[in-house]
C-alpha cells in the first residue's frame, strides 16, 4: 500500500532521492521520515553531546538530544496551529542537530579551521550530509549510499541555510551555510522549485522552535546549576552587559533598548523572586520555563496569523512572523546563558582543551587511516580521489563521535 500523501501537499514534495518500492502499511510520507530519524543512531548520539553544561557533569542538566525532543514538541504544536504537516515539522526538528559534533558549538569552530582545505566545516551542511549519505538506510542501483532517503519536503525543512559557503553574502548569518560542494547535487534536487534563498515555513517554524527551546532551556539548567543567580539579574550593571552581549552577538537592537525589553520582561508576574532548589522553587521554575515558551510560541502565532489569516500554511505559503519583542526577549534570555555559563570562570580553558583535543584527533586518524577509521567510513576514505576528499572522510568520522567516545578514541589512539 502507498504512502499518503498529506492534504496541502505536492506529489513532488512526497519525492525520494531514490524511489522506494511501496510499503505494506499505511502511514504517510512524513510520518515515515518521522520514523526514520526518530530510529536513527545518529540522533541517539545525541545523548552525550554537548548542549550547554556538559554530559555527566550533573544529574539533570540538557544534552543535545532532550533540547532535540524539547524543540521537536515546540515546533510540532506551533506548526499544527499554522496548518502545517505536525509530522514534517517534527522531522525537521528531530533532525536539526545530528551534524553538530562532539563539544557542541567549540567543537563545530575547531572542525571548520581544520576543514578549510576541503570547504569547511557547518552543523547545519553535516546535518544534510548526514540525512543524505552517512546514516545508511538506502542505496542507489549504482551502490552509493542516500542516507535516510527522506521526502523532499523534510530535507527542505530541515535546511537552515539554503546556500552553500560564501564570504560575505548580505542577510546571511556569517559563517553559516547548508552544504559542501560534494553533496550539491542533492542539494539541488531538494531544492528544486524554491524560491531563491528562501527557507520553507517548515524550516522557519524549526528555527524558532530552536531558538525559543535553548533560549528558556539553557537559562533554566543555568539557574539549576547555580551559574545563574535570579538576583543578579535584577543588578542594572549585570543587566548592562548582558544587554551588551545581546547586542553584539544576537540581534541589530542596541542596549538601550534591550535594558528596557529586559526590565519589562523581568517584570512580569511569573518571574520568580529567588531560587533555592527546594520544590517550590523548582515548581516555580517549571512555571517560567511554560510561560516563556507558550509567550513566544503565542506571539509567533498570532503575528502570522494576522499577516496571513486564518488558512493552512504550508511550504512557500507565507513567512513565519516574530514580534519585535519577543524577539528582543529570546536574544536577552540567550546573552543570559553566554553570559553566566559559556563564559564563565575556568570556561574558555576548557574550551581550549577541547579544540586541542579535537585537532589532535583528526591529525592521529589521519596518519592511521583507515585502519583508524570505523568500517562504516574506511570505503569512502579508501576511494577518495585526493586529499581534501580523503580529509572530508576523516572529518566525518570525527563529528560522528558524541563527547566521551572522543574522549576514549583520543586516549586510545594517543596511548594516553
Partial sequence: MPETLPDGYRPADRARWVPEPAKSRRRTAFGRDRARVLHSSALRRLAAKTQVVQPGASDFPRTRLTHTLEVAQIGRELGQELGSDPDLVETACLAHDLGHPPFGHNGEAALDAIARPCGGFEGNAQTLRLLTRLEGKVFTAEGASAGLNLTRAALDAAVKYPWPRRAGAPGEPSGKFGHYADDAEVFAWV????????????????????????SVHDL?????????????????????????????????????ELAEVFERLLAEPFWPREYTGDIRSLAALKNLTSELIGRFCQGAEDATRAAHGAGALRRYDAELRVPRRRLLECAVLKAVAAHYVMTRAGAREQQA??????????????????????AAFAPAYL??????????????????????????????????
Fill in 191 to 214: 531544492r528544486q522549485g524554491a524560491p531563491g534563498r528562501r527557507t520553507c515555513f517548515e524550516a522557519q517554524v524549526m528555527d524558532w522552535a530552536d531558538d525559543v527551546a535553548y
Fill in 220 to 256: 533554566e539548567d543555568g539557574l539549576q546549576t547555580g551559574h545563574i543567580k535570579l538576583g543578579a539579574l535584577r543588578d542594572p550593571g549585570e543587566r548592562r552587559e548582558v544587554c551588551e552581549r545581546a547586542a553584539a552577538d544576537y540581534t541589530d537592537a542596541d542596549p538601550a
Fill in 353 to 374: 582543551r577541547e579544540r586541542e583535543l579535537v585537532e589532535e584527533l583528526v591529525h592521529l586518524i589521519r596518519v592511521g587511516a583507515p585502519r583508524t577509521l570505523d
Fill in 383 to 416: 576511494a577518495a580521489a585526493d586529499d581534501g576528499a580523503a580529509l572530508r572522510v576523516v572529518v566525518d568520522q570525527v563529528a560522528s563521535l558524541t563527547d566521551t567516545s572522543a574522549l576514549a578514541w583520543h586516549r586510545r589512539l594517543s596511548g594516553g
